[in-house]
C-alpha cells in the first residue's frame, strides 16, 4: 500500500485568499485523486490530477476555482482559490494503482476552515 | 445520473450485537469497494468485490455482491469497539466509469 502525506495539515484562512494543498507519495502512482469531505457526509470527487496534462474536473467544479498540478508519478498539489466560507470542509488526495478504479489510498486529509 | 443508495444513515448497536449496511445501485456496477472511516480520520480500503454473488470475509465482517450486481452489503457481527466509524460503499459504473460513494453508514456503539 502506499503511504501518503499532504501539507498542511489543518489552515485558518481569510475570505478571498488561497490556499494550496500539496499530496505526496512515497512510490509512483497511476492516478491521483482530490476529494472534498463535509464534516459528516460522504465524499465528493473534486478531480482526476493527470500527470504532465491538465486534470480532468467532475461537474460543478472548474479549473478556475480549483486549480490542479502533478509534475510527476509522486506528487500534487490543489489550490482553493478565491475563498468563501463555503469552501470550508476537508480536503483529501487519494492514489490508486492501474489504469481504472481500483483500491484507493487516502491521504490524512487538509482541514480547511474560512473566515 | 447513477447513484448509489446506502442505508441506514445511523446505527446504535450494544456491543457485541451485529451490524449491516447496505448499498444499492439504480444501474449494473462492475465492481463495488468498501472503506472505513474512523472519526477524524481518512476513508481506508477494506475489500473490493467483482463478481455477481460474491461473498468475501474478513475476520467477523462479512460482504456479499448481488447477483445483479446492483447491490451489496456489509454485515459486523459481535460488534466491538473498535469496530466504530463510517462504513462507505463505493461502486463503479455507470457511461463515464465512475466511482459513485454511497452517504455510509456510521456505527455507534451504546454506552
Known amino acids: 500500500s502506499a503511504v501518503i502525506s499532504q501539507k498542511p495539515s489543518r489552515d485558518i484562512c481569510q475570505r478571498g485568499t488561497s490556499l494550496t494543498i500539496q499530496c505526496q507519495v512515497d512510490?509512483?502512482?497511476?492516478?491521483m485523486f482530490w476529494y472534498r469531505q463535509q464534516p459528516g457526509q460522504s465524499l465528493t470527487l473534486i478531480a482526476t490530477a493527470n500527470q504532465g496534462s491538465e486534470a480532468t474536473y467532475e461537474s460543478g467544479f472548474v479549473i478556475d476555482k480549483f486549480p490542479i498540478s502533478r509534475p510527476n508519478l509522486t506528487f500534487s498539489t490543489l489550490t482553493v482559490s478565491n475563498l468563501s466560507p463555503e469552501d470550508s470542509s476537508i480536503y483529501l488526495c487519494s492514489v490508486s494503482q492501474g489504469v481504472t478504479y481500483n483500491e484507493q489510498f487516502f491521504g490524512p486529509g487538509t482541514r480547511l476552515t474560512v473566515l | 445520473g447513477q447513484q448509489v443508495m446506502q442505508i441506514p444513515q445511523y446505527q446504535h448497536v450494544q456491543e457485541g450485537e451485529d451490524f449491516t449496511t447496505y448499498c444499492n445501485s439504480s444501474t449494473t456496477l462492475s465492481n463495488i469497494q468498501w472503506y472505513k472511516q474512523r472519526p477524524g480520520g481518512h476513508p481506508v480500503f477494506l475489500i473490493q468485490?467483482?463478481?455477481s454473488g460474491e461473498v468475501k470475509k474478513q475476520k467477523r465482517l462479512t460482504f456479499q455482491f448481488g447477483e445483479a450486481k446492483k447491490n451489496s452489503s456489509l454485515h459486523i457481527t459481535a460488534t466491538q469497539t473498535t469496530d466504530v466509524g463510517t462504513y462507505f460503499c463505493a461502486g463503479l459504473g455507470g457511461s463515464n466509469y465512475q466511482l459513485i460513494w454511497g452517504a455510509g453508514t456510521k456505527l455507534i456503539i451504546k454506552p
Open positions: 512510490s509512483q502512482v497511476t492516478m
Open positions: 468485490l467483482v463478481k
